[in-house]
């Protein structure tokens, strides 16, 4: 087995406390950032499906899913945080200390505005599928009407017999 350098020793041993809380504060604000972005693209989507905008809506929903990919990947930077007691760390200073945890409680407000816009949004959308849905029905309904129209001609200009509508 290979000891370790003396100059990682002396890294690890001297490393500031506070690195770990300032990397904890950058990927919280990262992450409050990301969700802003994603209510944003939410919006654009509640817009799009309001205005019957499929195209849009598929732009808007694609850059939403890379902005999600981007906030999964940070939520994996975040975990070792999680299993660090808040009390035992150590802060840069109390300013901040006061703005990751501003971006902690504004991340929250944003995912509940995330989660309603999205459940609008689901709901417009089964709203429009059930709206095509009874007019394909109502279409499918007039084709066999004009179906048999079109069966009953056939069957009148090859029997040579019609109906007299107009006989008391």
């Given at each position: 087995?290979?000891?370790?350098?003396?100059?990682?020793?002396?890294?690890?041993?001297?490393?500031?406390?506070?690195?770990?809380?300032?990397?904890?504060?950058?990927?919280?604000?990262?992450?409050?950032?990301?969700?802003?972005?994603?209510?944003?693209?939410?919006?654009?989507?509640?817009?799009?499906?309001?205005?019957?905008?499929?195209?849009?809506?598929?732009?808007?929903?694609e850059?939403?899913?890379?902005?999600?990919?981007?906030?999964?990947?940070?939520?994996?930077?975040l975990a070792?945080?999680?299993?660090?007691?808040?009390?035992?760390?150590?802060?840069?200073?109390?300013?901040?200390?006061?703005?990751?945890?501003?971006?902690?409680?504004?991340?929250?407000r944003?995912?509940?505005?995330?989660?309603?816009?999205?459940?609008?949004?689901?709901?417009?959308?089964?709203?429009?599928?059930?709206?095509?849905?009874?007019q394909?029905?109502?279409?499918?309904?007039?084709?066999?009407?004009?179906?048999?129209?079109?069966?009953?001609?056939?069957?009148?200009?090859?029997?040579?017999?019609?109906?007299?509508?107009?006989?008391?």
């Amino acid at each position: 087995m290979s000891e370790p350098d003396a100059p990682s020793l002396l890294t690890a041993a001297t490393a500031d406390p506070t690195d770990a809380t300032d990397r904890l504060a950058a990927l919280v604000a990262r992450r409050r950032e990301l969700m802003m972005a994603i209510l944003q693209q939410s919006i654009l989507c509640e817009h799009a499906i309001e205005g019957g905008l499929v195209e849009k809506l598929l732009v808007h929903l694609e850059e939403k899913d890379h902005l999600v990919q981007e906030l999964r990947g940070l939520q994996e930077g975040l975990a070792p945080h999680a299993n660090v007691d808040p009390l035992s760390r150590t802060w840069r200073d109390a300013q901040t200390r006061s703005k990751c945890q501003n971006d902690i409680e504004e991340t929250a407000r944003l995912q509940a505005a995330i989660l309603e816009i999205d459940e609008r949004c689901t709901a417009a959308m089964i709203h429009r599928r059930d709206e095509l849905f009874s007019q394909l029905h109502q279409t499918a309904g007039s084709f066999q009407v004009a179906r048999a129209y079109a069966t009953f001609a056939e069957g009148r200009s090859s029997t040579g017999t019609c109906i007299d509508l107009t006989s008391q």
